[in-house]
Nanobody
Framework: QVQLVESGGGLVQPGGSLRLSCTAS????????MGWYRQASGKQRELVAG???????NYADSVKGRFTISRDNAKKTVYLQMNSLKPEDTAVYYC???????????????WGQGTQVTVSS
């Protein structure tokens, strides 16, 4: 059984910073693309940032220059460093990854349970 577990959300004032972490566990052979999505109340889930197995990154225009995605392959963990947070960044943040389990011929896509980020004074 493969799982993604997020941590690091919370309440922060505008202009503040938070760091989200997401760790994969289970019978994992390899982890390919990883990413962070968010879903604000009443809105569709959207991609925030993604990172390939080789370290190439991409970001939503709304977070470029403020957020940084990174990964530690040895720890099976992806991070999202969020700086200069704005109230419009308030959302549930979800980790996502393409993972191949031992014995499987294919990657499957997995989601974490989500962590709430609230930016408010």
């Amino acid at each position: 059984q493969v799982q993604l577990v997020e941590s690091g959300g919370g309440l922060v004032q505008p202009g503040g910073s938070l760091r989200l972490s997401c760790t994969a566990s289970g019978t994992i052979f390899s982890i390919n693309a990883m990413g962070w999505y968010r879903q604000a109340s009443g809105k569709q889930r959207e991609l925030v940032a993604g990172i390939s197995s080789g370290g190439s990154t991409n970001y939503a225009d709304s977070v470029k220059g403020r957020f940084t995605i990174s990964r530690d392959n040895a720890k099976k963990t992806v991070y999202l460093q969020m700086n200069s947070l704005k109230p419009e960044d308030t959302a549930v943040y979800y980790c996502n990854a393409d993972i191949r389990a031992y014995g499987s011929r294919y990657d499957l896509n997995y989601w974490g349970q989500g962590t709430q980020v609230t930016v408010s004074s």
